[in-house]
């Protein structure tokens, strides 16, 4: 199993910057993909970006050139630097870690959800 837990999400003004970060643990040999995703009232939920163990990352339209993302493979840690914040950017965030290999097999997991509001 893959716990996951995040942290740092809060309320922002616009053009504020906050970083969220989502640790993973269990008995995990390795992650190939973490990632961050995002849920706004009403709306499906949609990928922010992701990032590979070996560093390759992926950024939906609206976070390239705002948000950075970046994993720590030994403290099994990503992290997601907003920048430039705007309202339309409130929502709650996810954290996710596909093909995450442990002695019970491979697990996609979830985390609990980060609430992240921008507003003045």
């Known amino acids: 199993q893959v716990q996951l837990v995040e942290s740092g999400g809060g309320l922002v003004q616009p053009g504020g910057s906050l970083r969220l970060s989502c640790a993973a643990s269990?008995?995990?040999?390795?992650?190939?993909?973490m990632g961050w995703y995002r849920q706004a009232p009403g709306k499906q939920r949609e990928l922010v970006a992701t990032?590979?163990?070996?560093?390759?990352?992926n950024y939906a339209d609206d976070a390239k050139g705002r948000f950075t993302i970046s994993r720590d493979n030994a403290k099994r840690t990503v992290y997601l630097q907003m920048n430039s914040l705007k309202p339309d950017d409130t929502a709650v965030y996810y954290c996710n870690v596909d093909r995450a290999l442990t002695a019970g097999g491979f697990f996609n997991s979830w985390g609990q959800g980060t609430q992240v509001t921008v507003s003045s």
């Open positions: 269990g008995s995990i040999f390795s992650i190939h993909t």
């Open positions: 990032i590979t163990s070996s560093g390759a990352a």
